[in-house]
């Protein structure tokens, strides 16, 4: 976008998605999966991967895919990304279960015992 346009908005760019001084959640999950290459898509990737995780706290890999489109790899593909999506989801979704673990609990149906019939839980 034209920079005259973002007068007077908040701006964020890749470095502010570190948190005392160490990479994000998503650069992480980006670096462990394989996506940078050259890096020059990297930023770009990372920003969109976190405002799509902002919104949606578990997107579908249609989701993803849909909030990735405009951003050009040349490198690696885009298969890492979505497994790093993936990853980011299932950490983010292990701390809050550990985080909580009475809630985790709240979702439990004790009482169910797996059906004979459609091999697995009534
Ligand atoms: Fe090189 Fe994406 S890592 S363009």
Redesign the pocket.
């Given at each position: 976008m034209p920079a005259a346009t973002a007068a007077g908005s908040e701006v964020r760019t890749v470095e502010g998605l570190a948190v005392d001084g160490e990479p994000s959640d998503v650069q992480r999950a980006m670096a462990r999966c394989g996506?940078?290459?050259?890096?020059?898509?990297?930023p770009g990737?990372c920003m969109t991967v976190h405002d799509l995780l902002e919104g949606n706290h578990a997107p579908t890999e249609l989701e993803t895919r849909q909030a990735l489109a405009g951003n050009?790899?040349?490198?690696?593909g885009y298969r890492g990304v979505l497994d790093a999506v993936r990853d980011v989801v299932a950490e983010r979704e292990a701390g809050a279960a550990a985080a909580a673990p009475e809630a985790a609990d709240e979702i439990r149906v004790p009482h169910q015992i797996p059906h004979p019939h459609d091999g697995g839980m009534a």
């Open positions: 996506t940078v290459q050259c890096g020059f898509c990297i990737m050009l790899c040349r490198c690696s």
